[in-house]
């Protein structure tokens, strides 16, 4: 990875962070935005933006980390949840990739990372709002994929179960919490940041230069095991 030049969207805390400090410890040059001005530049994804400041002329790897985990019965959403959470992880996505694209031709060899979840293919209750707007990012994922695979672009994502980061924060809020997620996972445990950084690191890197439009699971086994 050293000298590539890699740009976060999200990347000042959980697996953002966790994979920045990857990346910069095997020598790559990393440019982190987020709504946060601490150590990052500023990008708020929910607002209409045309161009990314400061960002490199040529991205060999961009990753999209913004996510929401907003869980409860479906009649409790409202159509404003559902326009929420696809306008962070969906259209979020949508204006950072148009905005890279030229620096990521430049590249000549690039990798795109998005997040999905394990609720796509793995039906949970309570995940309609998520489900559907991460549905909707495979969706794109491998549309892309296909599409600027003559670019030497690859486009991938990977799809988690439950990681304890900061956006999970009240789903691990307690022991009996923490105990009830570590038993729905064949593996006996749930992820943490580095489980799901080390997936993006592979994807980002030339250890994967023929790995495009896939959807990697990394879930414990929750979504292939009983």
Same mark, same amino acid.
């Given at each position: 990875?050293?000298?590539? #030049?890699?740009?976060?969207?999200?990347?000042?805390?959980?697996?953002?962070?966790?994979?920045?400090?990857?990346?910069? %410890?095997?020598? %790559? $040059?990393?440019? &982190?935005?987020?709504?946060?001005? @601490? #150590?990052?530049?500023? =990008?708020?994804? &929910?607002?209409? !933006?045309?161009?990314?400041?400061?960002?490199? $002329?040529?991205?060999?790897g961009l990753v999209y980390c913004p996510g929401t985990i907003?869980?409860?019965?479906? +009649?409790? !959403?409202?159509?404003?949840?559902?326009?929420?959470?696809f306008e962070i992880n969906v259209l979020g996505a949508v204006k950072t990739l148009q905005a890279s694209l030229k620096s990521l031709k430049k590249a000549g060899s690039a990798s795109v990372?998005? !997040? *999905? &979840?394990? %609720?796509?293919?793995?039906?949970?209750?309570? +995940?309609?709002s998520i489900a559907s707007a991460k549905g909707a990012l495979e969706g794109l994922t491998r549309s892309l994929a296909a599409e600027w695979a003559a670019n030497g672009i690859r486009v991938n994502a990977v799809a988690p179960s439950l990681t304890d980061t900061p956006l999970a924060?009240?789903?691990?809020?307690? @022991?009996?919490?923490?105990?009830? %997620?570590?038993?729905?996972h064949p593996l006996s445990r749930y992820g943490n940041t580095d489980d799901i950084a080390s997936a993006a690191y592979y994807l980002l890197s030339d250890d994967s230069s023929w790995v495009t439009g896939q959807i990697i699971?990394?879930?414990?086994? =929750? *979504?292939a095991l009983r």
């Open positions: 990875m050293r000298d590539k #030049k890699i740009v976060i969207i999200g990347g000042n805390s959980g697996i953002g962070e966790t994979l920045k400090d990857k990346l910069e %410890a095997s020598g %790559a $040059e990393v440019s &982190t935005y987020s709504r946060s001005q @601490e #150590k990052t530049h500023q =990008l708020d994804v &929910t607002t209409d !933006f045309g161009g990314i400041d400061s960002l490199p $002329e040529k991205i060999d907003n869980l409860k019965p479906f +009649h409790r !959403f409202s159509v404003e949840d559902f326009r929420t959470d990372v998005l !997040f *999905s &979840t394990v %609720a796509v293919q793995t039906g949970l209750g309570f +995940h309609s924060n009240t789903l691990l809020s307690s @022991e009996d919490k923490k105990e009830g %997620a570590k038993k729905r699971k990394v879930d414990g086994g =929750l *979504s």
